[in-house]
Structures are given as structure tokens and as C-alpha cells.
């Protein structure tokens, strides 16, 4: 498979990945400053433009984060 360039990160501690777009949604894992992450940018805006659906590198999952806790790397 094509490699991709993972550059997007976690930027606070304790950054809650949620299981839907919602901040009343169950957590189920929480992030840590630094951490990568992939952005599924084929589900960005189809939950309104303050959540980013993500891959947690670390461990694979795959899951809903505010984006204000996302450093986008352009």
C-alpha cells in the first residue's frame, strides 16, 4: 500500500476520542499532546466543521475529536 506522511497531531492532554460527534458521546480512549493521528477528511464537515473523525495512531482506533485539539499540518 502507498505510504502516507502522518503530520497531524494532538495538541493538549487527556484529549478525548469519542466514539460519535458528540460531547455527550462515549469516550474511548484519550490522547495526549504530541500524539499522531490521521484525519479522515472524506467524513470532514458531514458532523459540522468543529469535529475531525480520526485514527488514533497508537493504537489503531478510530474515533471523533473537537478540532480545536488538532494541529493540522499544511
Given at each position: 500500500?502507498?505510504?502516507?506522511?502522518?503530520?497531524?497531531?494532538?495538541?493538549?492532554?487527556?484529549?478525548?476520542?469519542?466514539?460519535?460527534?458528540?460531547?455527550?458521546?462515549?469516550?474511548?480512549?484519550?490522547?495526549?499532546?504530541?500524539?499522531?493521528?490521521?484525519?479522515?477528511?472524506?467524513?470532514?464537515?458531514?458532523?459540522?466543521?468543529?469535529?475531525?473523525?480520526?485514527?488514533?495512531?497508537?493504537?489503531?482506533?478510530y474515533g471523533?475529536?473537537?478540532?480545536?485539539?488538532?494541529?493540522?499540518?499544511?
Amino acid at each position: 500500500g502507498s505510504e502516507m506522511c502522518i503530520r497531524d497531531r494532538i495538541i493538549n492532554n487527556g484529549v478525548r476520542l469519542r466514539k460519535s460527534p458528540s460531547t455527550s458521546a462515549t469516550i474511548l480512549e484519550l490522547m495526549y499532546d504530541g500524539e499522531l493521528i490521521w484525519i479522515d477528511w472524506s467524513a470532514y464537515g458531514s458532523a459540522g466543521l468543529n469535529w475531525h473523525r480520526v485514527q488514533r495512531i497508537k493504537t489503531g482506533t478510530y474515533g471523533w475529536v473537537s478540532k480545536s485539539y488538532v494541529y493540522h499540518w499544511d
